[in-house]
């Protein structure tokens, strides 16, 4: 009897390091077949980021009133930035497949604008207010859009791996504007901001 459970113990414990060995096994394959990435190192994404950015800055006299960057999201812009989101956030190729159908979605009847916004007096930092002083607006195609503005929230290492125009002094906003992404695509347009310390207008041409 001991000796049958002896054997009995000894093909157990065969048959659990062998399940343990094919499980520890998979798991590095399985990893790699799902994980997201954009192709590109962080210097290259970061390029390719800011080549599709506008800036701008605006002075009375000696004195900064603002300092704006401006990234309007056609399709290709918004394909790269959720491959980041993904590879940063670890996101499987399923979770990515659900955000790009919802994004596509979005982008049918809207067009966004993340906008990294600095000014030295707080008070006017205050974009994604009802009460603002500024106004965001989208022309193209001979159509001007008012922009509904939010707060972007998120923490600057965040942020900055997302947008690498923004910097710790300024505040994200996103901008969405009642026109098609594909529209916006097909001409040229311009992002203006403008309110009663003054007027910025960003011009993008080759969207697509």
């Known amino acids: 009897m001991t000796k049958n459970n002896g054997s009995l113990r000894q093909i157990m414990s065969a048959a659990v390091l062998t399940l343990l060995f094919f499980g520890c096994a998979e798991t590095p394959i399985q990893e790699k077949v799902n994980k997201i990435t954009t192709g590109m190192s962080n210097d290259e994404y970061a390029s390719y980021i ?11 006299g000696i004195y900064q009133v603002f300092e704006i960057s401006a990234l309007i999201v056609n399709s290709d812009v918004q394909n790269i930035l959720l491959l980041r989101q993904g ?12 955000e ?27 974009l994604a207010k009802t009460n603002s002083v500024w106004r965001v607006y989208l022309e193209t195609d001979g159509n001007r859009y008012e922009g509904k503005v939010r707060k972007v929230p998120g923490k600057l290492p965040e942020l900055r791996n997302i947008y690498p125009f923004h910097n710790r002094f300024s505040t ?3 901008c969405t ?22 007027s910025s207008r960003m011009t993008f041409s080759g969207l697509k």
């Open 177 to 198: 504007f009642n026109v098609p992404a594909t529209k916006i695509e097909a001409a040229s347009s311009a992002l203006i901001v403008t309110g009663t310390l003054g």
């Open 172 to 174: 994200v906003y996103e």
């Open 87 to 98: 590879e940063f956030l670890g996101w499987d190729s399923s979770r990515l497949r659900l």
């Open 50 to 60: 800011n080549q599709r950015t506008a800036h701008d800055r605006r002075y009375d």
């Open 100 to 126: 790009k159908d919802r994004s596509a979605q979005l982008m049918s009847t809207q067009t966004r604008a993340i906008l990294s916004f600095f000014s030295p007096d707080l008070q006017v930092d205050d």
